[in-house]
């Protein structure tokens, strides 16, 4: 038997190398980056301390660059010009296919097939379903939720000053950590973890899952080609038994992984049960009746799914991968995103004293205003409370020039997904519209042939700081380049890029662009003008790396303990 399987696996070797050495790339004469060892860009790609090496991506190689694949495989292409990005998002997006790497992992994450593994017209008929519950009108409405999590964030962290010296640090990473996942329990699925008491099991378990599954996951990187066949591998006993074996493997990472991913699904299914249970006993009503009163994403999704066509509904292991899909989406990139803007204000007083002046002038206005709106309770679209209330309606958020503009250039400046990867599912040209070099001729090109299989790295961040987009101060933390204007009439010859937010590349674009922006914008502008009207913050003596895992996660520089912010913060 096991010269057998040592004859095997030397054959399948020498298949391999023969291949690899039979590879010609057709992208030799791109110009790209040289790799840090035999095994090709991967390592380098997924570095996670390798974020530098994406920032300087466009400006040392333009805006395609081939990726050599090394030893181990072809070679790709890591793309930020913006003409070639709407051919493959938007033109041409059903060419361009998440890979199946993203798919596989996230299929087993999501415990099913949500958005972030299927393709074509399943994935249409999904967002078709899911994008209703995040229009303007819907996030607005979910204003008096997300305030009812703030002021517990609020009292939280004035209960946690108040027992600490003056001065002391404190880690902002574990308070938005906390208010972003209990925004999307409260919010998304009419759930709570009670995140703010620091005895709660149920916080502690997800709190644990949901930060570690990716983080593990990214350790297992090389073998992510392969989750897509795992998870479909016939019969399903085979594959649940091979499963049992894992907690015996002699390495963390894969069962870190799988006791994550299945510590979280009973709760969504918890949750479904439950607004089925409500339904069938009262119906939409008993929904609409229920503590969030019907305005939770979970609740919206439910009657979406209710109402559609037979054809047209999803099967109760996809609403719950989608569940999963929409928590997941929400809970880490947020959280990030808003330490990031909290240690940025620490070090940028006069930044924090600009936006709380906007924040006090509006609620002058507020005050001073005598319209019937001011006198009533609460804001006839949102529900804010209104009368004798501090607290900014979705509307008048929205309409704050400063916050606004800081809200942008840190998204830009600081993109919480680095990229993201797709693959050419055929032969396609894609026109430029930032020419390249032929490394050999020399010739200017204004199109390039993408072949069938190759893997196509979407740089967000790359394309969100490129110079020969936002012009020569494109890495410099500069709001005012936002005032006064939308889009691309910030870039530096008003250049287009297929983003959904604001020109950027942030929440991506074409159809599989984030369903959840309005969310998360209205989320970091609510949980900034709450932070900021009762709380000064200050830097700490320590510097942060933001490391590169799926999503930027910030760490002391030279403390690998686990992720966290330090700032002073002071009641005010
Ligand atoms: C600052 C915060 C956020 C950022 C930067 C962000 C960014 C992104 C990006 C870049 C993608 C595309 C990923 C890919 O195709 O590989 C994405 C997808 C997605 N996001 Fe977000 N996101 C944020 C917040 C949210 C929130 C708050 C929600 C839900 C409430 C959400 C739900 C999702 C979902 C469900 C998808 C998958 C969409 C699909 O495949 O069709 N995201 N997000």
């Known amino acids: 038997m096991i010269p057998l399987l040592v004859a095997f696996t030397l054959a399948t070797m020498l298949i391999f190398l023969f291949r690899q050495w039979r590879y010609r790339s057709p992208y ?14 991967l390592l380098d790609l997924y570095n996670p301390e390798g974020l530098g090496w994406h920032f300087q991506m466009t400006e040392k190689f333009g805006h395609v660059a081939r990726l050599k694949g090394g030893i181990v495989g072809s070679d790709a292409l890591y793309i930020t010009d913006p003409t070639a990005l709407h051919s493959i998002l938007v033109r041409d997006h059903n060419v361009f296919r998440n890979s199946i790497e993203f798919s596989g992992l996230f299929g087993i994450v999501h415990h099913g097939d949500g958005l972030a593994s299927v393709y074509d017209d399943e994935h249409k008929k999904q967002r078709k379903l899911i994008d209703p519950i995040f229009t303007p009108n819907r996030i607005s409405k979910l204003t008096p939720l997300f305030y009812n999590v703030a002021r517990q964030m609020k009292a939280s962290l004035a209960a946690d000053l108040a027992s600490a010296p003056p001065g002391q640090e404190i880690d902002i990473l574990d308070v938005t950590v906390r208010t972003s996942l209990e925004l999307i329990a409260q919010a998304g699925l009419g759930h709570t973890f009670n995140s703010f008491d620091r005895d709660s099991k149920e916080f502690k378990e997800f709190h644990w899952a949901i930060t570690s599954v990716l983080l593990t996951a990214s350790r297992l990187f090389l073998f992510l080609p392969y989750l897509e066949t795992w998870r479909k591998m016939k019969p399903v006993w085979l594959r649940r038994s091979l499963a049992r074996l894992v907690p015996y493997i002699p390495w963390s990472a894969p069962r870190k992984f799988q006791e994550a991913s299945e510590t979280m699904y009973p709760i969504y299914q918890t949750v479904l049960e439950d607004k089925k249970r409500l339904f069938r006993q009262g119906g939409m009503e008993a929904l609409e009746e229920s503590a969030t009163s019907g305005k939770d994403l979970m609740t919206l999704l439910f009657k ?10 999803m099967p109760d292991d996809v609403v719950i991968a989608n569940l999963s899909a929409v928590v997941h989406g929400a809970q880490e990139t947020t959280s990030g995103a808003l330490s990031r803007f909290v240690s940025l204000l620490a070090s940028n007083p006069s930044l924090q004293d600009q936006l709380r002046e906007e924040l006090r002038e509006a609620r002058d206005v507020r005050h001073n205003s005598t319209t019937i709106r001011i006198n009533s309770n609460t804001c006839a679209c949102c529900s804010t409370k209104l009368k004798g209330s501090d607290e900014l309606d979705f509307h008048e958020l929205n309409d704050l020039p400063f916050l606004d503009a800081v809200c942008r250039e840190t998204l830009r400046l600081f993109t919480p997904v680095t990229f993201v990867l797709k693959r050419a599912i055929e032969d396609t040209v894609v026109p430029l519209q930032y020419p390249i070099r032929d490394v050999k001729t020399g010739q200017e090109m204004h199109e390039i042939l993408i072949t ?49 937010y604001s020109n950027m590349m942030t929440f991506l674009g074409g159809p599989r662009a984030c369903p959840g922006m309005r969310f998360a914008i209205h989320e970091i502008k609510l949980v900034l003008s709450t932070l ?17 895992y799926i999503t930027l996660t910030p760490y002391v520089a030279g403390d690998d303990t686990g992720p966290k912010v330090p700032v002073k913060a002071y009641p005010l």
């Open 452 to 500: 069938k299989g190759t893997h196509v790295y979407v740089g967000l961040a790359a394309a969100n700081r490129s110079a020969a987009i936002w012009g020569p101060d494109a890495s410099v933390f500069r709001p005012e380049r936002w005032f006064g204007k939308m889009g691309h009439e910030s870039t530096a010859e008003n250049t287009r890029l297929p983003g959904l």
């Open 532 to 548: 900021l009207q009762s709380f000064a913050f200050e830097k700490a003596s320590s510097d942060i790396d933001w490391k590169l």
């Open 28 to 41: 030799e004469h791109i110009p790209g980056p040289a790799p840090s060892s035999l095994f090709g860009y």
């Open 304 to 313: 979406s799914n209710w109402e559609a066509q037979t054809d047209d509904k």
